[in-house]
């Protein structure tokens, strides 16, 4: 087994490295290795309202907000150029804390300095609107405001990249930040929050405090001195911020969880479509919101699709996430690994076919699973509804588009969807009235900064990247302008 070393984290409230005010501590456990890779403040409700204090002074009175776009963009350049400098050394951390393979890490943190790349331009591009015809004597500016101070509560399976779909672009337009990270993978937003400061962030604009979600992620969601808060996580605790958010009505913005299909039909290039399908289901362990596990393939076509995805599975090699060649590392938490083991339960209770895996993997420490594939799933199936979170495909067959698009909106998620075809119409069809705010055509999982990701139905509210990001982190001011008399209200004569 390759070694680990362990690092010892602070916390960063208004650009100092902080330890927690109880001097509390906790560990993180590698999921692969079984030792300790970090140790972390443990904070609680007054480390959150300090760093809440911070950002709410940094908003309020300090220069970021009032620095121009120019300056901002270049600030948010720097950062991802340092991202660029410690890609090895945060692709590392994230491979350790996460159980991620560590070539996936890579790729994580090479798309993060992308993501800080685009988010600087929008920082020129934070503009409103102008109205030159609602009269000869009128002129309507709506000018575009940093909503605040953002809280971002994130979870543990892409740490570095989830918060980088939010910290740059509120960053951008002018906004300042408290972020909770997930506690089992804190360690590249502490880092992060320090490149921030190395590249010149003004103290306060960039705090994070690390702790357990019941008490610091809540108090987060509550606190009255915070303007948005923006979560990324399960579906569950994303209605738990909606509701403590609602006391003081401030705005919500969810990225949450998802059952998402990818759909093959007769006419599909078959190579393709096996190679999306296991790549799909079996990236980041499947520890992931667009992990596509249900596999929607046509019936005159299955038997021998399914054959082909169980063959290529085969080859997918899991183990040590620090080995190049492994593709599926360890499951994160304990908790998680009881929940695929579950949910792998009860699809073999309720009849579906086991081609592949269901079992954990042998190995000398940390917890692997097999990857694994269900056939003859059927949309009433918990397999076939839950997310498991977890390298398990299931496969549900259909006979037409019209039977595909209803398997495939039959559940309360929304986040992504996918068809392979050569056909137009069935690949418009599908796109057209697929339930989901992403959809794939021929392909999967392929992301862009400049393409906005957010989820229908119970997979969230508002959307990430692009330029919809400008609009969730602004307020709108109408700016209504008079030049010239005025006419009387009382007796109509010109003033
Ligand atoms: P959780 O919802 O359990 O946790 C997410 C974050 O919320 C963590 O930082 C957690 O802290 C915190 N948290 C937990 N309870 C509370 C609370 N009561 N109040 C405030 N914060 C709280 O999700 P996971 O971390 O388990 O992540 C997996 C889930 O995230 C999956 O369902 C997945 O689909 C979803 N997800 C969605 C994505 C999307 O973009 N749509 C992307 C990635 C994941 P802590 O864990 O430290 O206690």
Redesign the pocket.
């Known amino acids: 087994m390759t070694t680990t070393t362990t690092t010892t984290y602070q916390m960063l409230v208004d650009g100092e490295s902080v330890a927690a005010r109880s001097g509390a501590v906790f560990e993180r456990v590698s999921p692969a290795h079984d030792v300790v890779v970090g140790t972390y403040p443990r904070g609680d409700a007054a480390d959150m309202d300090r760093a809440v204090a911070a950002a709410r002074a940094a908003f309020d009175s300090g220069p970021w907000p009032r620095s121009s776009g120019a300056a901002r963009a270049r600030v948010l350049r720097r950062v991802a150029d340092l991202i660029e400098r410690d890609l090895e050394e945060l692709a590392r951390t994230e491979t350790l804390e996460s159980g991620k393979p560590i070539s996936q890490a890579r790729g994580e943190v090479a798309s993060t300095a992308e993501l800080w790349f685009y988010a600087a331009t929008l920082a020129q591009h934070a503009y409103g609107d102008s109205h030159n015809a609602i009269g000869e004597q009128y002129l309507g500016v709506v000018l575009r405001e940093p909503i605040g101070v953002v809280g971002m ?6 740490p570095l990249l ?1 918060v980088s779909q939010k910290l740059p672009f509120a960053l951008a337009v002018g906004c300042t930040a408290v972020v ?5 993978t804190s360690g590249t937003t502490i880092r992060l929050a320090e490149l921030c400061r190395e590249a010149g962030m003004p103290p306060g604009v960039v705090n994070v405090i690390t702790g ?3 008490e610091v ?2 108090r ?2 509550e606190h009255p001195g915070i303007d948005m808060i923006t ?8 209605k ?2 909606m509701a ?1 958010a609602a006391s003081t009505l401030k705005k919500v913005e969810l ?4 059952k998402n299909p990818q759909v093959v039909m007769a006419d599909a290039n078959l190579d393709r479509a096996v190679d999306a399908v296991v790549f799909g289901v079996y990236f980041n362990q499947g520890e ?2 667009n992990s596509a596990s249900r596999l929607l393939v046509h019936d005159t076509i299955a038997d021998e699709f399914v054959d082909r995805v169980v063959e290529r599975a085969k080859a997918v090699r899991v183990g040590d996430p620090l080995d190049e060649a492994t593709l599926i590392g360890a499951i994160a938490s304990a908790e ?1 690994f009881d929940q695929i083991q579950s949910l792998v339960h009860d699809g073999t209770a309720s009849g579906a076919s086991l081609l592949l895996g269901g079992h954990r993997l042998d190995s000398d420490t940390g917890r692997f699973f097999q990857p694994t594939v269900f056939d003859h799933v059927t949309p009433d199936m918990s397999i076939a509804r839950e ?1 498991i ?1 977890g390298p398990v495909l299931s496969t549900l067959r259909f006979s037409t588009i019209e039977h595909a698009l209803e398997i495939a909106n039959a559940t309360v998620y929304g ?1 992504s969807a996918g068809i392979w075809t050569q056909d137009l119409d069935s690949a418009m069809t599908f796109a057209r009235r697929a339930k989901a705010g992403t959809v794939w055509v021929n392909c999967w999982m392929d992301g862009f900064p400049e393409l906005s ?1 957010g ?1 229908y139905k119970e ?2 509210v508002g959307r990430e990247l692009g330029r919809a990001a400008v609009d969730e982190f602004t307020e709108l001011k109408t700016l209504t302008i008079h030049t010239g008399p005025r006419t009387s209200w009382i007796d109509g004569t010109l003033l």
């Open positions: 509560i994130t979870p543990w399976n892409f989830i909770k990270p997930a506690e089992l357990s979600g019941r992620g809540a987060l969601a979560f990324t996580g399960s579906t569950a605790v994303g738990t911020i403590s990225e949450l969880g998802g992931c919101c998680q997310e979170f986040l990701f989820g997979s969230g």
